[in-house]
């Protein structure tokens, strides 16, 4: 039982992790039904905001708590920016026009994304300084749990949880989930649709910026093409918990983190797509909402 | 101004090349392309400039192919270089395992493919878009990984040494050669598409794309269809990867990554969805832009992303959009007498009926005569949530009768129309058509039984012709199969003569023969109603349903309408109605069935009905109800 519970934790900091940007995918698609693909970039740019913050200007050397804050908070700010720039000059002319287009656009974004970074901060691999956060742990039983894993998983739930009371608590958030379902009603009850999509886009931005960065402090090893797979990963998440549904997203990620730790535990990391993708198959077919979507009722 | 120009040498001249291009038929149109583009290529004579053609050609088979479930049948999938990689490794394997010649693998590359589009395609293409997208993108990857992980196949080093081609003893290896081949083998997919777009298949498609569920309700099997746009998707990109291994020379996972899945979705947004030069145009700027852009090396493919972003911002249409107008859809076809014409619906409406009892005796089933119950509804209930939509519900149809359903809003009555279509599976209850039972069948099923619609709020595929509209109608009607749909064979092309025959008797038969070529969302609110009903005639139904028929029409044209539900019973068909205008509910109706808050509370004639009590209570009696009657209720 040593190794399960071990590979428990692991999968479960991972998943937080994918949760997260996870949680983009579906604010951002639950409002303007389109699926954001650089979304998982978002993340990338968090993390090498980050690392510039921490490596390139110093930061590492300041007081730890001034460093994780700023380290956080600065890449979450610059990320929101760069997603509404995408927002108003890419997205924004095509809503309501093509969904395929937009999704094109989404996808030209992303490799957008990537080559800027691999221009700004070169191809290589660059890494976090590896003494920011102490590497000791603890045993709980056979299980050996970090300090790191512990940090990274309590602020990923801290700001889970905060989007999940902003939205259902707030005005703001009731005004988002009103605008999920209809967006004319919305506008017509004097919603300012345009402020809730350029707010979805910074909580989306917001929460990826704070992946890339705990995935920085986590991984140490970050590279320009980081994104593509924590966002296939995180947009796999987001369906299989229901698109649309945000402690969906969460659920989702996590359980992707559990399925991808478990599969490289115990069977090969080189199977880990193939498990993961094939349990979201066979999860649509028999639920075709997701594990925890509502269906959606067609209007006749 | 333009007739002075017709009139002149130019003009005439003009004209007829116009004509003779519109009368050559698709293939040699292409062949002439294809052909003039090869020469140029060949002309030229770098290896260079002929191995990118080559590649674009490659690209171009699979924009073909991604376009068919893209473009025609408007499904999304991101993992399309899945079927480029299973056609690759099939062919690979056959031809450096088993030895078999480069063609002879052809048709197996493509059957395997086609086979993965059924396995993958059954289960999953009842999912929603976006969930499709993430199916197909998992299905993509896991064939990748699965091929990286498959040692036989050569693990991550993929299948070396995979011979040329051998034609007739001739060994093809120069450029030259492939370009050939793969100008031969686009020629093949092109024909095919094209075949395919102009088919009832490709018509099918379209409808779906436009409104799966008014699709499926006036006949079109949309699971299935959806299936074989799968299918064929799949076929035409594993003859590109059997093309791209032997031209290569050696394959391995790294080649048919996600990448590769959004460039050719790419490829065919850019040049115009659904459109075949478009595909052919975008193939060329995908493949031929970062060639241009070699100079650049770097930072080509941040360029190529700001250029693809500038792109959609200003031609979200493509390149060389799609264009589906045909001012005159029935050009050349040979013209009826308008007498004629009800007679021969009728005739035919005849021969349908017929056709129909000798179907029934053979099964031993008797076919309700004039009179009879038709349709038979007992103890229909359906409930949403706590609220009892429809409650205990039961009456009779009779064939040959105008039946009329009224009651206030939220009485119930679409409810039930919607039970009877199969668009709603009632929680309790049967209806019975013909004796048979129709509850838990598919809507299209229940369409080839003989039972048609129209909607509430209008649903016409709105970026089609209304020509076009009906002829969907007549998607049940069809013959022929699909492979002569892809070869368009003479049967297939009578069949869609008649088809096109068809469906302008039905307009002339509506009055809308005149606007059959205009889209359908430029008729008024009148017209669209009458499309709608032209479109459920023309699958020859022997029961119609008629949802607000006389929303938004004004008092003469409601007169027409009440002419026009006549003259369809008098045709033989059953009609059932759902209305708000009194005047004309009791006018044209033999019996009315009165619905309030999901319960019938009184069946009758007419006139029996107006004094019945309860009717007056909970309906006529009211001011309130009458002045929200009198408002048509749209969507």
Redo the contacts between chains.
């Keep these: 039982m040593g190794p399960f519970f071990q590979y428990t934790v692991i999968g479960l900091t991972v998943g937080s992790f994918y949760a997260l940007v996870a949680l983009g995918y579906t604010i951002v698609?639950g409002i303007i039904?389109l699926?954001n693909f650089a979304q998982g970039d978002l993340s990338m740019v968090g993390a090498f905001l980050g690392w510039t913050l921490l490596v390139s200007l110093g930061f590492q050397h300041l007081p730890l708590y001034v460093a994780l804050i700023a380290a956080f908070v600065i890449p979450m700010l610059g990320t929101a920016v760069v997603n509404l720039g995408i927002l108003q000059f890419?997205y924004r002319?095509?809503l309501r026009?093509?969904l395929?287009?937009?999704?094109?656009?989404a996808?030209?974004?992303s490799?957008?994304l990537?080559?800027?970074a691999?221009?700004i901060w070169g191809p290589a691999i660059n890494a976090y300084p590896p003494s920011l956060l102490p590497a000791s742990g603890f045993f709980v039983g056979p299980v050996h749990l970090t300090y790191v894993q512990i940090a990274l998983v309590l602020v990923s739930l801290l700001l889970m949880g905060g989007l999940l009371l902003f939205v259902q608590r707030t005005t703001v958030g009731t005004a988002m989930r009103a605008l999920a379902v209809d967006h004319d009603a919305a506008r017509l009850m004097g919603i300012n649709v345009d402020a809730v999509i350029r707010l979805a886009f910074v909580l989306g931005a917001v929460l990826a910026a704070a992946s890339g960065v705990m995935l920085g402090v986590y991984y140490v090893q970050i590279q320009f093409t980081m994104g593509?797979l924590l966002g296939?990963r995180a947009?796999?998440a987001a369906?299989l918990g229901g698109?649309g549904n945000i402690p969906g997203a969460m659920a989702g990620g996590m359980l992707i983190g559990l399925l991808e730790a478990y599969t490289t535990g115990y069977l090969s990391g080189?199977?880990e797509?193939?498990i993961?993708?094939?349990v979201?198959?066979t999860v649509?077919?028999v639920k075709?909402t997701?594990l925890f979507g509502e269906r959606?009722a067609?209007?006749? | 101004m333009i007739a002075q120009l017709a009139d002149s040498g130019l003009g005439r001249r003009y004209a007829s090349a116009r004509d003779l291009l519109a009368r050559t038929p698709f293939w040699a149109r292409v062949l002439v392309v294809l052909a003039v583009l090869g020469l140029a290529v060949l002309g030229y004579g770098d290896d260079y400039v002929t191995s990118v053609a080559v590649t674009a050609a490659t690209y171009g088979m699979l924009g073909l192919g991604l376009n068919i479930v893209v473009g025609y049948a408007g499904l999304l999938d991101l993992g399309y270089a899945a079927f480029f990689a299973i056609g690759a490794y099939t062919s690979a394997l056959l031809m450096t395992q088993a030895h078999w010649n480069f063609f002879t693998t052809l048709p197996f590359a493509v059957l395997f493919t086609g086979t993965a589009g059924a396995i993958l395609g059954y289960p999953t293409l009842r999912l929603r878009s976006d969930y499709l997208a993430i199916v197909t993108l998992g299905f993509g990857e896991m064939t990748r990984i699965s091929f990286n992980n498959w040692d036989y196949a050569g693990g991550p080093n993929g299948i070396l040494q995979i011979p040329w081609p051998n034609l007739f003893g001739f060994q093809l290896d120069t450029q030259a050669d492939f370009f050939g081949v793969s100008l031969f083998l686009l020629a093949i997919a092109m024909i095919f598409a094209q075949h395919l777009d102009h088919s009832r298949l490709g018509r099918g498609w379209v409808a779906i794309r436009e409104d799966e569920f008014a699709a499926e309700s006036v006949g079109v099997p949309s699971l299935r269809l959806k299936l074989f746009a799968y299918v064929m998707g799949g076929m035409w990109g594993g003859l590109a990867g059997a093309f791209f291994a032997t031209r290569i020379g050696a394959i391995d996972p790294t080649s048919f990554t996600f990448q590769l899945s959004v460039l050719v979705l790419i490829l065919i947004v850019l040049g115009g969805v659904g459109s075949l030069p478009g595909v052919l145009l975008g193939a060329v700027v995908v493949v031929g832009l970062p060639e241009v852009l070699r100079q650049f090396a770097d930072q080509r493919l941040l360029i190529f992303a700001v250029l693809l972003v500038l792109m959609m911002l200003v031609r979200p249409q493509g390149l060389w959009p799609r264009i589906r107008r045909k001012p005159k859809p029935f050009y050349g076809l040979e013209e009826e007498e308008s007498g004629e014409l009800s007679a021969t619906i009728l005739r035919e409406h005849q021969v349908q009926v017929e056709e129909r009892v000798r179907r029934h005796a053979a099964a031993g089933r008797q076919v309700a005569q004039q009179g009879e119950p038709l349709l038979e509804v007992r103890g229909l209930v359906q409930r949403f949530g706590g609220l009892r939509a429809v409650d205990d519900v039961s009456f009779v149809v009779r064939r040959g009768e105008i039946f009329s359903m009224i009651g206030p809003n939220g009485a119930g009555k679409t409810t039930v129309f919607n039970c009877i279509t199969g668009v709603q599976r009632p929680r309790r209850g049967t209806i019975l058509f013909d004796g048979r039972s129709i509850v838990g069948l598919r809507p299209h099923v229940i369409v080839s039984r003989g039972v048609g619609r129209t909607f509430q709020g209008i649903r016409l595929f709105r970026n089609m012709a209304v020509f076009e509209n009906v002829m969907v109608g007549l998607y049940p009607r069809h013959r022929t199969m699909t492979w002569q749909a892809m070869l368009h064979t003479p049967g297939e092309r009578r069949d869609e003569l008649r088809t096109l025959q068809e469906a302008r008797r039905w307009l002339h038969f509506v009055g809308l023969e005149e606007v059959a070529g205009r889209l359908a969302t430029e008729l008024s609110y009148a017209d669209q109603r009458r499309v709608e009903i032209g479109r459920a005639l023309a699958a020859h139904p022997h029961l119609v349903l008629f949802d607000e028929p006389a929303a938004g029409m004004n008092p003469t044209e409601k007169l027409e309408l009440v002419g026009l539900i006549r003259r369809i019973r008098d045709l033989g068909i059953t009609v059932v109605l759902i209305d708000h205008d009194m005047s004309l509910v009791m006018r044209v109706s033999d019996r009315i069935a009165v619905l309030d808050q999901g319960r019938l509370i009184a069946l009758g004639p007419a006139a029996q009905v107006q004094q019945d009590p309860a009717v007056i209570e909970a309906y006529l009696g009211r001011e309130e109800d009458e002045l929200s009657m009198a408002e048509p209720r749209g969507a």
């Design positions: 698609y039904r699926i890419a002319p095509l026009r093509s395929l287009a937009i999704l094109i656009t996808l030209g974004m490799l957008f990537q080559n800027l691999e221009l593509f296939l947009f796999t369906v698109i080189k199977w797509d193939v993961v993708f094939g979201l198959i649509l077919v075709p997701g959606v067609e209007r006749m």
